[in-house]
T-cell receptor, first 112, second 113 residues
Framework: QQPVQSPQAVILREGEDAVINCSSSKALYSVHWYRQKHGEAPVFLMILLKGGEQKGHDKISASFNEKKQQSSLYLTASQLSYSGTYFCGTEIRDNYGQNFVFGPGTRLSVLP | NAGVTQTPKFQVLKTGQSMTLQCAQDMNHEYMSWYRQDPGMGLRLIHYSVGAGITDQGEVPNGYNVSRSTTEDFPLRLLSAAPSQTSVYFC????????????FGEGSRLTVL
């Protein structure tokens, strides 16, 4: 049930771009993206609802392709503050009910 | 506005002991959930609740019990602690599952010896 994220880890220099992917074998109704700094709780970035929308704020944006059951997070002109682990969370509805599960995370390190 | 409050922040148990992790939210959220976080495994759903009196199992429910007698509180009980339950536990709440931002507590680090 857990979605798959890729890559597992990425190292960038300040100013470079990155893409983090999230895919599921089950139909998705919404996708969330969160960032977690070491020793802290995850912090919400954005939600994408069923409908294939793309959202963004500042230099972080995301897309949701419900047909492919995939979402991608785009970080452009990365800053040191972008370092952390990024998780996608997916809402799934199946015969067992409605559920919300997270991917294993992608560790992003931005170097000066 | 306190948000989601988890207690305790740290706990050490011996194998076989029981304990309860407390979670309370003051945002009138219907959805509450418990996750455990282990290195390389991300956040795995233990139990969740879509409203008072309603609970359900997540991905890794074995060894844990929950109840939801009020909208505000969602305690997680470890019945007989095992070393495999050593982890960081997060409680999270949302106004509505899926379409609302999840608000997380600060986490509870549990060590079972």
């Amino acid at each position: 049930q857990q979605p798959v994220q890729s890559p597992q880890a990425v190292i960038l220099r300040e100013g470079e771009d990155a893409v983090i992917n999230c895919s599921s074998s089950k139909a998705l109704y919404s996708v969330h993206w969160y960032r977690q700094k070491h020793g802290e709780a995850p912090v919400f970035l954005m939600i994408l609802l069923k409908g294939g929308e793309q959202k963004g704020h500042d230099k972080i944006s995301a897309s949701f392709n419900e047909k492919k059951q995939q979402s991608s997070l785009y970080l452009t002109a990365s800053q040191l503050s972008y370092s952390g682990t990024y998780f996608c969370g997916t809402e799934i509805r199946d015969n067992y009910g409605q559920n919300f599960v997270f991917g294993p995370g992608t560790r992003l390190s931005v170097l000066p | 506005n306190a948000g989601v409050t988890q207690t305790p922040k740290f706990q050490v148990l011996k194998t076989g002991q029981s304990m309860t992790l407390q979670c309370a939210q003051d945002m009138n959220h219907e959805y509450m959930s418990w996750y455990r976080q282990d290195p390389g495994m991300g956040l795995r759903l233990i139990h969740y609740s879509v409203g008072a009196g309603i609970t359900d199992q997540g991905e890794v429910p074995n060894g844990y019990n929950v109840s939801r007698s009020t909208t505000e509180d969602f305690p997680l009980r470890l019945l007989s602690a095992a070393p495999s339950q050593t982890s960081v536990y997060f409680c999270a709440s949302s106004y509505y599952l899926g379409t609302g931002e999840l608000f997380f507590g600060e986490g509870s680090r549990l060590t079972v010896l």
